[in-house]
Nanobody, 123 residues
Framework: EVQLVESGGGLVQTGGSLRLSCEASGFAFKDYAIGWFRQAPGKGREGVSCIDNSNGAIYYADAVKGRFTISTDNAKNTVYLQMTSLKPEDTAVYYC????????????????YGQGTQVTVSS
């Protein structure tokens, strides 16, 4: 059974930083794509960033390029999202996601995702 447990969300001021973590289990971590999508109040899902562990490919949404960094620790089956220079428009629930296909995480339509963690950026 795939399990994804997110942590690290919270309230931060504009310009601040947060690091999200997602501990994964129940699948071969090194063979899948893993990453994050988000959903802001009243809006649809948006792919944020993902990494394909099978080949090292990385995706960032244009809205977060240069501010967010994704990384993985394969020994801990954990993916991180370091978020800097946060803006009010980054406020959303962030979901950890995993799929065989990276493009499905980019499209925020993965087969598996966690419960989500709230990120709130105050202006």
């Amino acid at each position: 059974e795939v399990q994804l447990v997110e942590s690290g969300g919270g309230l931060v001021q504009t310009g601040g930083s947060l690091r999200l973590s997602c501990e994964a289990s129940g699948f071969a971590f090194k063979d899948y794509a893993i990453g994050w999508f988000r959903q802001a109040p009243g809006k649809g899902r948006e792919g944020v960033s993902c990494i394909d562990n099978s080949n090292g490919a990385i995706y960032y949404a244009d809205a977060v390029k240069g501010r967010f960094t994704i990384s993985t620790d394969n020994a801990k089956n954990t993916v991180y999202l370091q978020m800097t220079s946060l803006k009010p428009e980054d406020t959303a629930v962030y979901y950890c996601a995993v799929d065989v296909w990276m493009h499905l995480i980019e499209a925020a339509q993965p087969d598996y995702y966690g419960q989500g963690t709230q990120v709130t950026v105050s202006s």
